[in-house]
């Protein structure tokens, strides 16, 4: 019996870093009820609501490249621990200051920041690691396992979220966050893993080996990235993509309902909750995908890059609920499946001692237009309605999609594998 993506789970230690991640997921997304309900409370400002989130958002981003070259020199496994315990300290801190009903913006920024520079390292560890638990040919299984647990968590958390403030307070779900995160570090120590300590080199001007400084590790990874085009292209298109469906999924579509489909918060939430049912969709889909199997994966990303397009051109056609409801669905799986292949090429295709700085310069690429789309999505929505707005952020990422697959290095990804790992060796030399 083919069990797709949950045959990944046969291998001890990856069920082990996928457990403590799912729990940690749900807790995040428990927290995000909490925490933005929190922060609504007790200060009553959209602004600071905004301000609360760019505190995580900035020094995340500005934090990944510097990230991802420490992950390349330490052990996965221990900047995943540090990462979970510190974040885990910071949910206690948040659940504290809520029980002393005496709030401080300050500190509740504070205590965000710092959790937004824990989780960038985190992200480059986690992809990492995985590939050094799971067998490459169980890639594909493991990130659609991965993708699985987030989006359980997406759908499920909320839920929960809004269940533990309403009976037990907001003190309570901060503390739910905090201990998801402990959990989480307890199974990472229960993972068999070893690492050798590798000191990046190169040859001085004599001939003998020097150590190599941290700016010139992360130049490293950023000529990597630029000397192989399908891979700066993907990041390129990803950022604009990102940007647009940031904007008008998270601002956009809450007066999408208000005013075109006239209905509530009910209708928003089931639109939102239907994408997240997409996602897990899209995750089932691409674990039943033998990867030796998997050809033309250029060609695959930006068809699901153009799909997201389509999604919002039609919601903004057509702004009905079962139209709405069904694009919601469509966009949900073409976002997931584009993420699963996506980080399996990268950590199929990518040099081990560069793969965390090319994820961070992935992540960094990918997300970096997000406050600006967020930011434009408002001004459009008032200059121009909401409906042109879907319609214009399709039709950009369609278009996007489009040109991204004019380049013959897109289309030709993942033709000829060896051809394809030898020129990413070749490149990380050069």
């Known amino acids: ?90 949910a206690f801190a948040l659940a504290i200051l809520a029980l002393s009903n005496q709030p401080s913006f300050v500190l509740v920024i504070t205590i965000y920041i710092i959790f937004g520079l824990a989780d960038a390292f985190f992200q480059p560890a986690y992809m990492v690691i995985v590939k050094e638990l799971i067998p490459e040919e169980m890639l594909l299984q493991a990130n659609s396992l991965n993708s699985i647990g987030r989006q359980s968590a997406v759908i499920g958390g909320p839920i929960l979220g809004a269940l533990v403030v309403e009976f ?42 020097e150590k190599v400084g941290l700016l010139a590790e ?55 909750t239907l994408t997240g049912v997409g996602a897990l969709l899209g995750g089932l889909m691409v674990g039943h995908i033998d990867l030796n199997r998997l050809r033309r994966r250029g060609v695959i990303t930006f068809i699901a890059i153009a799909l997201m397009g389509v999604s919002l051109l039609l919601m903004g056609l057509f702004p009905s609920l079962v139209l709405v409801a069904t694009m919601a669905v469509l966009y949900g799986i073409s976002f997931q499946v584009f993420g699963v292949i996506w980080v399996t090429t990268l950590q199929e295709t990518v040099p081990q001692h560069l793969l965390g700085r090319v994820g961070s310069v992935d992540s960094l690429g990918s997300y970096c237009m ?61």
């Not at 307890?186 to 893993?193: A, E, G, K, S, V």
């Not at 990235?225 to 999924?249: E, K």
Request: charged share 10%.
């Open 1 to 90: 019996m083919n069990w797709g993506a949950f045959t990944a789970l046969r291998h001890r230690d990856f069920a082990l870093l996928w457990s403590g991640q799912t729990l940690s997921h749900l807790g995040d997304n428990v927290f995000r009820v909490a925490f933005v309900w929190y922060v609504v409370t007790t200060t009553g400002s959209a602004n600071a609501t905004a301000i609360a989130f760019i505190a995580f958002l900035i020094p995340n981003l500005l934090m990944m490249l510097f990230a991802g070259a420490i992950v390349d020199r330490m052990s996965r496994r221990t900047i995943l621990l540090y990462s979970d315990l510190i974040r885990a300290v910071m």
């Open 370 to 430: 997000m406050p600006v789309g967020l930011a434009v999505t408002g001004v459009a929505v008032t200059a121009f309605g909401v409906e042109v707005t879907f319609i214009c952020g399709g039709l950009i990422v369609l278009v996007s999609a489009i040109l991204g697959l004019l380049s013959s290095s897109v289309r030709s990804l993942g033709m000829k594998e060896t051809t394809l790992s030898d020129r990413a060796e070749t490149a990380s030399k050069t």
């Open 168 to 209: 037990f307070g907001m003190a309570a779900a901060f503390m739910v966050n905090g201990l998801s995160f402990v959990i989480s570090a307890l199974t990472l120590l229960f993972i068999r893993y070893s690492y050798v300590a590798q000191s990046p080199t190169e040859k001085s001007t004599n001939g003998e080996e």
């Open 218 to 272: 992360i130049k490293e990874g950023l000529r990597y990235v630029f000397s192989i085009q399908w891979l700066w292209i993907i990041i390129a298109i990803a950022a604009v993509a990102n940007a647009i469906v940031s904007g008008v999924i998270d601002v956009g579509l809450s007066f999408l309902v208000l005013g075109p489909m006239k209905s509530g918060a009910g209708v928003l939430g089931l639109i939102f």
